[in-house]
């Protein structure tokens, strides 16, 4: 089988779960004997672009010409089975989907957020969950709050684009949900049910977990507001310095200075800064119980998947898909400071006995060998047009 894996990556200045999963699906695909045809464009591109290509990029949500030529070349020159899209912006636009279907060519979408409703894909808006574009036959208010990039042109452009390709993506042939919430919310934006596959992501397996550590760890690519960073430290403040032993927090971004603060005059929390991949091994053989606790409903945070693995709880706020990720490997509480501080000290007494539920749930639902197979089998169905209704 011939597969197109089409996405636009995220700017590497800006770490990004997605672009990693899309990676290793691309490998896990190719490990499993499927030819991968990369479609990939970077937003790193955008700089060396030349004046005549930079003039069209205030288009290019809408509609990416050179995308679209040379994704037909593509088609005509390897005549691929499917194509599975990814993130489309603002490279690659949505139009992916009508090129590809000129060629009698099927379309899967991974969702990864909620971008066919939110212009920012997020659902979260100055430091709290929105809905406002929900439901609305023109996402105004995305252009009245600047949800995009915190400017009103591009969220005017986005806007237009999310309304003149409502159609394209009610036409695309099978969508991959990641987990049950977001496939709720395919069916809200009119998605027929029986196109929809839940499959969440996987990640490779790191072989047998460590002994346990000590005390807890919160790492991210991006240290920010909607990551819940503010949330955690405002309840871990409300115990004594030491009482839930160590809290190491890693990642980089606006709220680092937040974080070095509180390091600061709390002897029980330790700022790690960014970590490369063998410093995150460490941390998390280092530490007890995982957290994530994301304030916006975060769609399926690798790193729950990454503590899973490791054979390490994870205690996450009940948002999103946490409690899908989590299941019995822990615990979910309410986004609030107060029921967060309440779980740290159990967490702590718990987390010895949740450990071996936790590498289960990973090599029950998020092993490699268990996601491929699934995105396989929705592969062929799609290709014998028995997942489009």
Request: contains cysteine.
């Amino acid at each position: 089988m011939k597969v197109v894996v089409a996405h636009n990556r995220y700017r590497e200045a800006q770490p990004s779960g997605e672009n990693t999963i899309v990676d290793l699906e691309i490998a896990q695909l190719a490990e499993a004997g499927v030819e991968v045809l990369p479609f990939l464009r970077s937003s790193d591109e955008i700089p060396d672009m030349s004046p005549a290509a930079k003039a069209l990029l205030p288009v290019s949500p809408i509609y990416a010409p050179k995308a679209q030529h040379d994704l037909a070349d593509l088609i005509r020159t390897h005549r691929p089975d499917v194509l599975h899209l990814h993130n489309p912006y603002p490279l690659i636009s949505p139009w992916i989907v009508r090129t590809a279907h000129r060629f009698g060519l099927p379309v899967l979408q991974t969702v990864h957020n909620y971008r066919q409703v939110c212009a920012s894909g997020l659902y979260f808006r100055d430091g709290g969950i929105c809905h406002d574009c929900r439901g609305k036959a023109l996402p105004l208010p995305a252009v009245r709050h600047r949800c995009y990039r915190g400017s009103a042109a591009q969220s005017v452009l986005m806007a237009t684009a999310l309304t003149v390709h409502r159609p394209t993506w009610r036409s695309v042939d099978g969508y991959l949900a990641l987990t049950d919430a977001i496939k709720d919310h395919l069916v809200a934006y009119g998605i027929p049910a029986e196109r929809i596959t839940v499959k969440p992501n996987a990640i490779p397996d790191p072989g047998p977990p460590a002994p346990l550590g000590d005390g807890f760890l919160f790492f991210s690519g991006r240290l920010s507001e909607e990551k819940g960073v503010r949330l955690l430290l405002d309840a871990w403040q409300r115990h004594p310095d030491g009482a839930n032993g160590p809290l190491r927090i890693a990642g980089d971004g606006d709220l680092r200075p937040l974080v070095e603060s509180v390091a600061a005059v709390r002897g029980d929390v330790v700022f790690l800064g960014r970590l490369d991949r063998a410093g995150i091994d460490a941390a998390l053989r280092g530490t007890a119980v995982v957290l994530a606790t994301p304030t916006w409903h975060d769609v399926l945070p690798t790193v729950v998947l990454e503590a899973l693995a490791a054979g390490r709880p994870v205690l996450g706020t009940a948002l999103g898909g946490v409690p899908y990720e989590v299941g019995d490997a822990g615990w979910t509480v309410a986004a609030d400071p107060g029921a967060l501080a309440d779980a740290l000290p159990v967490a702590r007494v718990e987390a010895a006995v949740k450990a071996p539920l936790a590498r289960a749930r990973y090599e029950r639902t998020f092993h490699p060998d268990v996601v491929t197979k699934r995105l396989l089998d929705t592969y062929a169905s799609l290709v014998q047009g028995t997942v489009r209704s």
